[in-house]
């Protein structure tokens, strides 16, 4: 079974929203709240970076390129984390993954494609 699983990735113009969904079903509850999260993305032919992470004292932290348009947040009863994607930009245009961090074991999720049209 998958420990993390993202959604909503697709196609979107410039200046849209996207709403990321990230879901970790083999996470028991009463761990979550000790997890590190973030997203991750890669563009093409880049390396990947760090878009966002939420740690688990609550502290969230972006990168400079999206700050001001992505919200990163989590749900713990539902065992999910998103990332709301807001004034799209071409260059954001990547697959995005989700991960957990818990005593310093990461799981990746298999990624999921955003591409903003110009």
């Known amino acids: 079974q998958l420990r993390v699983v993202e959604s909503g990735g697709g196609l979107v113009q410039a200046g849209g929203s996207l709403r990321l969904s990230c879901k970790f079903p083999t996470t028991i509850l009463s761990t979550f709240n000790s997890m590190d999260m973030a997203w991750y993305r890669q563009p093409p032919g880049k390396e990947r970076e760090l878009v966002a992470e939420?740690?688990?004292?609550?502290?969230?932290n972006y990168a400079d390129s999206v700050k001001g348009r992505f919200t990163i947040s989590n749900y713990r009863v539902k065992r999910e984390m998103y990332l709301q994607k807001n004034d799209l930009k071409p260059e954001d245009t990547a697959v995005y993954y989700c991960?957990?961090?818990?005593?310093?074991?990461?799981?990746w999720g298999q990624g999921t494609q955003v591409t903003v049209l110009s």
């Open positions: 991960t957990k961090t818990h005593q310093g074991h990461t799981d």
């Open positions: 939420i740690t688990s004292g609550r502290n969230t």
